[in-house]
């Protein structure tokens, strides 16, 4: 299995501001995947993060709100920007191993005053 | 769109209890469905993956079902303990979509109580 270290763990941040969330993966992979999961609701995709190529965006997100990079083959990092509260949620960063399976790292949990 | 439900959202058993968690999609063109574990506050632990070619997986005191025509799993847990406490999340690879985007149910929040 994948070990996916995410950084940081969490963080209450101000209303305007930005942060930057890390993935660190122990092995290279190909494609990374950054989901969110606000309250209550269940894990939805924000975008993939191919190494060397811009990252591809589900509907209702945007590169503006949402920058990611993807410098190598073992870390991402995804920016949530201009952060108002609804922006508070559990954000994780993913990978696919061995036998099709996905491994998530440990999650930001992000809150937004 | 792939529609992904959970049923129960929660559950509360005692100790020593076997469960049944129950999943339901509305697109049986899936690639694979795998159950997760989500401690308050943590990441994903992937539990089972079963393949669309597959009628369960096993692991442990969890055994995992699949039955596509009908658009259900199911996740067994035998001889429950506390450490069980967690949320369960089942999630699919729709076929028609990119492996990776993952459509998830909202969970089953157990509670095993000693």
């Known amino acids: 299995s994948a070990v996916i270290s995410q950084k940081p763990s969490r963080d209450i941040c101000q209303r305007g501001t930005s942060l930057t969330i890390q993935c660190q993966v122990d092995?290279?992979?190909?494609?990374m995947f950054w989901y969110r999961q606000q309250p209550g609701q269940s894990l939805t995709l924000i975008a993939t993060?191919?190494?060397?190529?811009?990252?591809?965006?589900e509907s209702g997100f945007v590169i503006d709100k949402f920058p990611i990079s993807r410098p190598n083959l073992t870390f991402s990092t995804l920016t949530v920007s201009n952060m108002s509260p609804e922006d508070s949620s559990i954000y994780l960063c993913?990978?696919?191993?061995?036998?099709?399976?996905?491994?998530f790292g440990s999650g930001t949990q992000l809150s937004v005053l | 769109k792939q529609e992904v439900t959970q049923i129960p959202a929660a559950l509360s058993v005692p100790e020593g209890e076997n469960l049944v968690l129950n999943c339901s999609f509305t697109?049986?063109?899936?690639?694979?469905l795998q159950w997760f574990r989500q401690d308050p506050g943590k990441g994903l632990t992937s539990l089972l993956l079963?393949?669309?070619?597959?009628r369960e997986q096993t692991s442990g005191r969890l055994n995992a079902s699949l039955d596509k025509s009908s658009g259900r799993s199911t996740l067994y847990i035998a001889a429950s303990q506390p450490g069980d406490s967690a949320t369960y999340l089942c999630?699919?690879?729709?076929?028609?979509?990119?492996?990776?985007?993952?459509?998830f149910g909202r969970g089953t929040q157990l509670t095993v109580w000693p």
């Open positions: 079963i393949q669309s070619s597959q």
């Open positions: 697109d049986s063109a899936i690639y694979n």
């Open positions: 993913s990978v696919r191993g061995v036998g099709e399976k996905l491994f």
């Open positions: 999630a699919l690879h729709d076929r028609g979509s990119t492996l990776g985007r993952l459509y």
């Open positions: 993060a191919n190494q060397g190529s811009e990252a591809t965006y």
């Open positions: 092995s290279q992979v190909t494609m």
